[in-house]
């Protein structure tokens, strides 16, 4: 992503007796080889890996690079491969081609037959993300539109080796994902030169190499004006490896990764032929042409030593997304998340149908290929350009998946009974747990006498409590009322419904009622502090003063500094990613925190269902709206907050405070497809020296903040906080004082700082930005608690419905598939992509082995396990009931149910 000039380090080096010399660092040695002789390649050899790092963008606008992979890369290197039968040539990523065939449709026979031949290779995932920065469907989606996609489209061909060599990070699930889907191999850069064996918890892993940067073990290569040059520099990287290989006893076969960024493919004929004619007696290994994959399977041998890399390897240039670009990650969020939904939802209605011809197939592909489009090329030459053009494929993947979700939902009410007609709510759950949770739904009142209603559950008969709240817009038009009450016991995958029951001006078919709506604010509501069954709250001028949880017996804060919810801004001197090899800090200058305006709360919503209090707090750059709602029925307390009219000052961070009672707390988050437990699921030690002045040198346990998913947690003395949240950053260390040992949770609101790109541009996000968090807390850890932390970011999801008249059905309340297994979720349900069955994933998120039941309505005449992309099918046993499947400590497992 980053344009590397070369930059050359002058160590100084003085003597014992006074002099010095002056020494250029640029080939990279892995840990603790010394130059040395270069004997141990003798008969071995040196396969140049020919390629062109690229991002979709960064280097220029997306249109503008297109045009040059197409003219620079990959059409010269057809040319290469036409005119040289032993030339080679690896692009990284499955949209590369995606790209030029829409551009070139008349090349795809010469590039089908330089694949079948192992000359052109092609990256096995969609792109090179950020990958925590996607949650874990559609982290599996690259590979989806990556290694399944090319071999459709290249019949005869394999796809074994990603790439991802710009991004200096990791995702701990990632070797999981790569293996269940058959890629074996991984190339990558920005991590200490070397060949290791990367695992995830489950024990998976992937081979994979890494020169230390992708440019830097060949810059001096690529700028050698002879060949003469160019074989000094060969012979230095053949000495540099020497002896790592003959310790770790590898095969005499060295990758020489030739790469940079907006590389051209060079012909290195001359250069072979002169050398390789001497190379035998002058004791060196012979030169030749390599894709990535052939390289490592020369590497891949029983009796070679890899260093072995376990846990996640946190992204230090997470600022880059997340915080500078609020807009387009909640946007991310939002359609990754409804596109599960959707699948789901989809699945079920043509599973009900008996019929996958309507399946919207199509559409929901298309809309993961707009999901996962964004890689790790935000900002850049004309980075304004590329960074709307990947929020707006966020937003459009949104709008397909909600369209679809939306169509699929009101499919299935149309299969439901209901005992008589009137209007009714049916509420859909997206999660494979039964849960309690608010609802809020918008009921169309246009031209109705109708305008209150009663919320009955179907199938007990008995009143749910209900309040109105500020209304919302619902089927084109804003003449609604806004309804909001708690579901009980909503089935996993499935729904619940209730009947809205009509009242107007106090009567109730007819019978006089007392009104359920809220009561006016009273003396209680206006108080400083409010107590329901769960916790006691006091309010503070700027934040929460103090919350007590009642069951725990424990006060959750310590607000001596902070108050809870709180929020503050700080300076955030950035450039995104930048050439550093940490993550940026902030610093106290221009502190501002809203306490120091002592805002008081006003009570907004008093109903029987929950309370609300809101504070509005103009500040330096921007007004702050807060609230913060308690409900009668639900341990929970939700934050919403409200950044508006922001100025766009540069380099300011905006953040929230939940400053816990808690010192050197167990932290714990949700990551793609599993929870990193802060110091314990890291990889050991730092990613280490990459080249010139980039040393990884931070242990990667110490990095922060940090990616998150859905939630983030901390616990001690059996007492867990968890905070659902609806950014994707957040921090655990005290912002103000890096000193404290006080636990003071911290998601990242939002961030102005500026691309790293010379050219680039400032990530300065002027305007409105909207925030959502949830607190709960319990005994125990974050396993108490995770399934409801990811609540927040799949709400239950109400459809209004007319019934003209009495109509048989399914039941009231059903659950369409679920485990019996509380560690081990369904991340989603779809149908096969090659045939009409069911595709279910699922995964072990506690580190537990389980032999788990999974429920699936549908008629099951066979069940057999498959990999991640749907492939290499083997048979299981079909239990009585459901199916029965042993899911080992940290595992995804796929299914195929016909």
């Not at 449709?105 to 590039?111: A, F, L, S």
């Not at 070679?304 to 946190?314: D, I, K, N, Q």
């Not at 950035?574 to 993550?583: K, L």
């Not at 998120?845 to 005449?861: L, P, S």
Request: charged share 25%.
């Amino acid at each position: 992503m980053v344009f590397i000039k070369k930059i050359i380090l002058i160590l100084l080096l003085t003597c014992p007796c006074g002099a010095g010399f002056v020494y250029a660092q640029t080939n990279h040695r892995p840990h603790g080889s010394k130059n040395t002789s270069p004997s141990y390649f003798k008969n071995g050899t040196v396969s140049f890996v020919n390629s062109s790092h690229q991002d979709i963008a960064w280097m220029d606008s997306i249109g503008a690079c297109e045009v040059w992979r197409d003219e620079n890369m990959i059409t010269p290197a057809l040319a290469l491969l036409k005119s040289n039968p032993d030339y080679c040539f690896s692009v990284e990523d499955a949209l590369s081609l995606r790209e030029y065939l829409a551009r070139h449709p008349d090349r795809y026979d010469e590039i089908l037959k330089y694949t079948k031949e192992g000359r052109l290779e092609w990256g096995a995932t969609y792109n090179m993300p950020y990958e925590s920065m996607y949650d874990g469907e559609a982290l599996i989606r690259e590979t989806y539109l990556g290694r399944k996609w090319l071999k459709k489209t290249l019949p005869g061909c394999d796809f074994l080796t990603a790439w991802n060599e710009d991004v200096p990070a990791k995702a701990l699930q990632m070797s999981q994902i790569l293996s269940k889907a058959g890629i074996k191999y991984l190339f990558i850069s920005r991590h200490e030169a070397g060949i290791y064996r990367w695992y995830s918890p489950d024990s998976s892993n992937v081979l994979m190499f890494t020169p230390g940067h992708y440019d830097g073990s060949c810059y001096d290569f690529r700028t050698a004006k002879s060949d003469t040059a160019k074989e000094r520099v060969v012979v230095d990287n053949i000495k540099n490896w020497a002896v790592y290989f003959k310790d770790n006893k590898f095969r005499p076969a060295l990758p020489m990764l030739i790469d940079a960024d907006w590389n051209k493919p060079d012909d290195y004929r001359t250069l072979f032929q002169g050398w390789n004619q001497q190379a035998r007696s002058r004791g060196l290994p012979s030169l030749k042409y390599g894709i990535a994959a052939g390289v490592f399977k020369e590497l891949d041998a029983p009796h070679a030593v890899y260093e072995t890399l376990r846990g996640e390897r946190p992204n230090v240039w997470l600022y880059i997304h997340g915080p500078t670009h609020e807009r387009a990650l909640t946007a991310s969020r939002k359609a990754s998340r409804t596109l599960v939904a959707a699948e789901i939802f989809s699945a079920v209605d043509a599973t009900l149908k008996k019929d996958f011809s309507r399946y919207p197939q199509s559409e929901l592909t298309a809309a993961w290929e707009k999901a996962i489009y964004p890689d790790h090329g935000w900002g850049g030459k004309h980075g304004d350009m590329t960074d709307l053009t990947f929020r707006t494929k966020f937003e459009e993947a949104y709008a397909i998946s909600d369209k679809v979700l939306q169509g699929s939902l009101e499919n299935i009410v149309q299969q439901i009974g209901f005992d008589k007609k009137g209007r009714s709510l049916v509420i859909f759950n997206p999660l494979s747990k039964e849960r309690t949770d608010k609802v809020e739904v918008s009921v169309k009142v246009y031209g109705q006498d109708t305008l209150s209603y009663k919320v009955i559950d179907a199938a007990s008969g008995k009143e749910v409590p209900s309040q109105r709240i500020e209304s919302h817009p619902a089927g084109g038009t804003d003449e609604t009322i806004t309804l909001c009450f708690v579901a009980e016991k909503v089935p996993s995958l499935g729904y619940k419904t209730y009947t809205l029951q009509p009242y107007v001006a106090g009567f109730s078919n007819g019978v006089p009622v007392a009104p359920t709506q809220p009561s006016p604010i009273t003396a209680q509501a206006a108080a400083s502090m409010y107590e329901n069954k769960f916790y006691r709250i006091e309010f503070g001028p700027g934040g929460v003063k103090s919350i007590f949880d009642k069951e725990l017996r424990t006060e959750l804060l310590k607000t001596d500094k902070l108050l809870g919810g709180e929020i503050f801004q700080l300076q955030s001197v950035g450039n995104g990613a930048g050439e550093f090899s940490d993550v940026q800090p902030v610093t106290m200058e221009g502190f501002e925190k809203l306490s120091q305006y002592a805002p008081k709360w006003n009570c907004t919503e008093f109903g029987p269902v929950r309370k609300t209090w809101e504070l509005v707090q103009q500040t330096q750059f921007a007004t702050i709206r807060e609230t913060v709602t308690l409900y009668e029925s639900l341990k929970q307390i939700d934050f919403k907050a409200d950044i508006l009219g922001f100025s766009g000052e540069r380099y300011r961070e905006y953040r929230m405070a939940f400053p816990l009672n808690q010192t050197d707390s167990r932290v714990a988050y949700e990551v793609p497809m599993g929870v990193v437990e802060v110091g314990k699921d890291e990889i050991k030690g730092a990613a280490g020296f990459s080249y010139g002045t980039q040393d990884y040198s931070t242990v990667c346990s110490k990095v922060h903040p940090r990616e998150v998913q859905d939630w983030f947690n901390a616990s001690k003395d059996n007492t867990s906080v968890t905070i659902s949240s609806s950014v994707a950053v957040f921090d655990w260390i005290d912002a103000t004082d890096s000193n404290n040992r006080q636990t003071v949770l911290q998601p990242i609101l939002m961030a102005s700082r500026k691309s790293c790109h010379w050219e680039g541009n400032y990530y300065l996000q002027p305007g409105n930005h909207h925030f959502e968090f949830t607190l709960t807390s319990s005994p125990g850890d974050w396993k108490t608690t995770a399934n409801a932390g990811k609540q927040q970011n799949q709400p239950l999801r109400p459809v209004v419905v007319d019934v003209p008249q009495a109509r048989s059905g399914l039941p009231s309340s059903y659950s369409f598939a679920g485990t019996n297994a509380d560690n081990v979720l369904i991340t989603t349900i779809k149908k096969s992509e090659d045939e009409n069955s069911i595709v279910m994933r699922l995964v072990d998120m506690q580190g537990k082995r389980t032999e788990a039941r999974i429920d699936w309505f549908g008629i099951i005449n066979g069940v057999t396990r498959t990999n991640i992309i749907e492939e290499e099918d083997k048979p299981m046993t079909k239990a009585a009931a459901g199916v029965g499947l042993t899911v080992t400590p940290y595992s995804i497992e796929t299914i195929r149910i016909r």
